[in-house]
């Protein structure tokens, strides 16, 4: 039986990866629906190309380019993001991967878990955003969460023949991103073309971005706890230059197992896809003579500011980490826009924190709120710095 997938922001970084992963493995996968942002081209090609039951471009002013491009296909063409909330329902979908950038990656999320669609979880901020909403309605639903995020799958792998066995702390590996061991002073310079060239991986604009602050590897944190169960304290950030280990779990025996393998998001993506079977593939190996140091350090959260602000967030509990999600969205834009210096993300996060409504115990309604809310309240703190 092939597992059938929804691949929602099948143009980005992920999502063609995932196709590339789907189209070596023909006999195990096919492709049900794709979905897009914006990239109306590319989302074209690759739907005569793998011939999905349904597409979604999700700004609708693109509609009607799409439904002309493929008028000749049987393929059924939806806009508009309530589409995707309604696509991720069908009967036809056994996995949905969610690799869609940001916020707007958690109704459709959300409702694909109410549809009892297993979830093969790309994008991160849907549990840093409502993380006790989602898994919670995962468990009701008895729905796998399958992470692709690479330090997680990293985990998830260690635990693998583990679930009895208490977890006494994940190690948390961090690339460091471009930017590791400069000063305050030498950050105050950087440019946006500086904290787009990340050493290790290729990924989208707004993930390369929170890389080089670190918030990346906060939100994964967040991840980590909603994921595994394990409190903030329980989890530490290693930074690992080379990116060969991707996570550690240490067991109460004080055991440590790691997960390991050159950088490269098709094995997470893979793994997700294929579980609980390992598929063979010929991905390029990992050798150890050709990676004769590898190195460990910890990371400095006085010069990266938003990876303390994320345990913060954690710790503070209720919408505080949709507070810190928006806000962060918000200030990687107008960094990108070349609007506010790198030094002033976490300045500007930190204030919003600050001004942000707190909510204890926030339903999904309250996030949606929030998200609204921090969002206006950080375009204010940026036009009153520029
Ligand atoms: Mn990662």
Redesign the pocket.
């Known amino acids: 039986m092939k597992k059938r997938i929804a691949i929602l922001g099948s143009t980005g970084s992920i999502g063609t990866q995932a196709l590339e992963v789907i189209q070596q493995n023909p006999d195990k996968f096919e492709v049900e629906v794709l979905t897009a942002n914006n990239n109306v081209d590319l989302l074209i090609v690759q739907a005569k190309q793998f011939q999905p039951n349904a597409v979604v471009i999700a700004n609708p002013e693109k509609y009607n380019y799409v439904t002309e491009a493929l008028k000749n296909e049987p393929i059924k063409i939806y806009a508009g993001t309530e589409a995707l909330n309604q696509v991720v329902q069908m009967e036809s979908i056994d996995i949905v991967l969610t690799a869609m950038v940001g916020y707007s990656g958690l109704l459709p999320t959300y409702h694909a878990i109410k549809a009892k669609k297993n979830i093969a979880l790309a994008n991160?901020e849907t549990l840093v955003v409502a993380g006790e909403i989602i898994t919670k309605t995962a468990l009701e639903n008895q729905v796998a969460i399958l992470p692709v995020?690479?330090?997680?799958s990293a985990i998830f792998q260690c635990l693998t023949g583990e679930f009895m066995n208490p977890i006494e702390k994940i190690l948390l590996t961090c690339s460091g991103g471009p930017f590791r061991g400069k000063s305050i002073e030498e950050l105050q310079h950087v440019t946006v073309d500086n904290a787009l060239n990340h050493p290790n991986w290729d990924m989208g604009a707004k993930i390369t971005i929170d890389s080089a602050t670190l918030m990346?590897k906060g939100f994964?944190m967040i991840e980590a706890h909603w994921l595994f169960g394990v409190p903030s304290s329980k989890i530490e950030v290693v930074v690992h230059q080379q990116s060969i280990i991707h996570s550690m779990v240490q067991f109460e025996d004080g055991s440590v197992k790691a997960q390991m393998g050159l950088p490269d998001m098709k094995l997470p993506i893979q793994y997700a896809l294929g579980f609980p079977e390992r598929i063979k593939n010929n991905f390029p190996r990992f050798s150890f003579t050709e990676y004769p140091t590898l190195t460990f350090e910890p990371p400095d959260t006085k010069i990266f500011r938003n990876l303390a602000l994320a345990f913060e967030a954690i710790n503070i509990g209720g919408n505080m980490p949709c507070v810190l999600n928006a806000a962060n969205e918000v200030v990687v834009e107008a960094f990108l826009n070349r609007q506010i210096s790198f030094l002033q993300m976490p300045e500007i996060i930190e204030k919003a924190m600050g001004k942000a409504t707190w909510i204890e115990k926030s339903g999904l309604d309250d996030l949606v709120t929030t998200n609204t809310e921090t969002r206006r309240i950080t375009k204010l703190l940026i036009e009153s710095k520029i």
């Open positions: 991160k995020d690479s330090e997680h990346n994964e």
